[in-house]
C-alpha cells in the first residue's frame, strides 16, 4: 500500500526531529524523533520523508529487505500511526482529492479530457425555503448539475412515512419499500433548509443507509451554520451526526441563549436568515457538483461549522457511533423475523381456537 502526505500537511525539520503539522491557521503537530534510531532507519526515515516533500507516494515494502525486524516493525508502527491520524493519506484517494481540488479551482476541463463524465442522474433538492430552491436551480444550471427541486407531496411522503421506528417489523419494511421506490433513482439527496426537520432527517438517513446513497446537508442551527456530506457505509451517518455533535452543541449555554431569542416555528423566514442560506446553498450545490464529477466529496464524514456571532470556522471529523440505530452492532440484528414469527404463531393459535 502507498501513501502520500495529506493536501493540508506540511512536514518542518530540526536537525533529527520531523514535525507533521496539519491545517493552516491553527495546526495540530506529530512529531517524529530519529535520534536513538539505528543509521539504517535513520537513513530510511531521511529517505522516505525525502519523497514526501517531493509530493511522492512512500511504499514502506520496499525498505523491507533493507531493515532487520525490529526496525521494519517500528518504521510500519510510525506510518500506520501517521495515516490513522490523517497525516498520511493512500494514494487512490490522494489522486481524488487533488482531481477535487482542481474542479474546485476551475480545472474540471482537465477530467473530461481525461474521459470522465459527469454523472447526469438527478439529484433531490429538498429545502423549506422558495428562494433558496430557485437560487440553487439557477446555481446548478449554471454549473450542469441535474438537480430535482422536491415537491411538497414528495416531503410529506417523507415525513409521515415511518420508518425510524422498529417497533412493528413489518410495517418498517413496508414502509421502507416505499420511501426506497421514491428515492432510489437519484445519485445523491441535498438538504438544505432554515429549519432542520429532524424526523425527515432520520427517515432520509435510513433510505440512504439502505441504499447506499450520499446524503448532503447544510442548515442553521441557533447561532451555527453546519454542512457536511454523510455517505453510509464509509462514514458516519446522520444519527451519529445528531447524538455524537449537534447534542453537544445544544448544550452550550451561548446555544441556549440565541435559541431563546429565536423567532417562533411559525413566523416566516426573516430575510436577515436569506445571506446565510444562500452560503449554505452555494456549499451543498458544490458538494453536489463533486458528487456529481468524482462521486466524492470535501466533506465527505467531516463537518463545517461556523460560529455566526464571532464567525469561528472549525472542520471536524464525524465520528460513528457504536450504538447507532442504522449502523451500530443493534440495527444488525433480525428484530423483524422474531417479532413477526411471534405475530404469526399468535394468529394461528386465534385461528385454531376459532375452529
Known amino acids: 500500500m502507498k501513501y502520500q502526505l495529506n493536501?493540508?500537511?506540511?512536514?518542518?525539520?530540526?536537525n533529527e526531529i520531523f514535525c507533521f503539522r496539519k491545517g493552516i491557521w491553527d495546526f495540530n503537530e506529530?512529531?517524529?524523533?530519529?535520534?536513538?534510531?539505528?543509521?539504517v532507519l535513520k537513513a530510511v526515515y531521511c529517505e522516505m520523508i525525502s519523497a514526501l516533500f517531493k509530493g511522492q507516494a512512500i511504499d514502506i515494502t520496499a525498505f523491507e529487505e533493507r531493515l532487520d525486524a525490529d526496525d521494519f516493525a517500528k518504521l510500519s508502527q510510525v506510518i500506520e500511526a501517521l495515516y490513522y491520524s490523517d497525516l498520511l493519506m493512500q494514494e487512490d484517494k490522494y489522486a481524488i482529492q487533488e482531481n477535487m481540488m482542481q474542479i474546485l479551482m476551475g480545472g474540471s476541463r482537465f477530467l473530461a479530457e481525461d474521459g470522465q463524465e459527469m454523472n447526469t442522474a438527478s439529484i433531490l433538492f429538498i429545502s423549506d425555503v422558495d428562494f433558496v430552491n430557485d437560487s440553487a436551480c439557477e446555481l446548478a444550471k449554471v454549473m450542469g448539475v441535474n438537480i430535482e427541486v422536491a415537491s411538497d407531496e414528495l416531503k410529506s411522503k417523507i415525513q409521515t412515512t415511518d420508518v425510524s421506528s422498529r417497533l412493528d417489523a413489518l410495517?418498517?419494511?413496508?414502509?421502507?419499500?416505499?420511501?426506497?421506490?421514491?428515492?432510489k433513482v437519484y445519485q445523491a439527496i441535498?438538504?438544505?433548509q432554515e429549519r432542520l426537520n429532524i424526523t425527515m432527517m432520520r427517515h432520509l438517513n435510513e433510505v440512504i443507509v439502505s441504499l447506499k446513497q450520499q446524503l448532503i446537508v447544510g442548515f442553521v442551527d441557533g447561532p451555527f451554520i453546519h454542512a457536511c456530506t454523510l455517505n453510509p457505509p464509509h462514514?458516519?451517518?446522520?444519527?451519529?451526526?445528531?447524538?455524537?455533535v449537534l447534542a453537544r452543541l445544544q448544550d452550550h449555554t451561548l446555544y441556549q441563549h440565541f435559541a431563546n431569542q429565536l423567532l417562533p416555528p411559525t413566523q416566516s423566514v426573516s430575510q436577515a436568515f436569506l445571506?446565510?442560506?444562500?452560503?449554505l446553498m452555494n456549499l451543498v450545490i458544490s458538494e453536489a457538483f463533486l458528487v456529481a464529477r468524482t462521486g466524492n466529496s470535501k466533506f465527505e464524514g467531516r463537518l463545517l461549522s461556523i460560529y455566526l456571532p464571532t464567525l469561528e470556522i472549525q472542520v471536524q471529523d464525524?465520528?460513528?457511533m457504536a450504538n447507532s440505530q442504522t449502523q451500530g452492532a443493534l440495527a444488525k440484528l433480525r428484530y423483524e423475523d422474531q417479532q413477526i414469527s411471534t405475530r404469526e404463531i399468535v394468529r394461528n393459535l386465534?385461528?385454531?381456537?376459532?375452529?
Do not use: G, W, Y
Open 350 to 355: 386465534l385461528r385454531e381456537d376459532k375452529e
Open 275 to 279: 445571506p446565510l442560506l444562500n452560503i
Open 318 to 320: 464525524i465520528l460513528k
Open 7 to 14: 493536501s493540508n500537511v506540511r512536514i518542518v525539520q530540526f
Open 171 to 183: 410495517v418498517h419494511r413496508q414502509n421502507m419499500q416505499i420511501l426506497i421506490e421514491e428515492l
Open 30 to 39: 506529530a512529531t517524529l524523533d530519529i535520534r536513538q534510531e539505528s543509521q
Open 235 to 244: 462514514t458516519a451517518d446522520f444519527d451519529s451526526l445528531e447524538r455524537r
Open 190 to 192: 441535498v438538504v438544505c
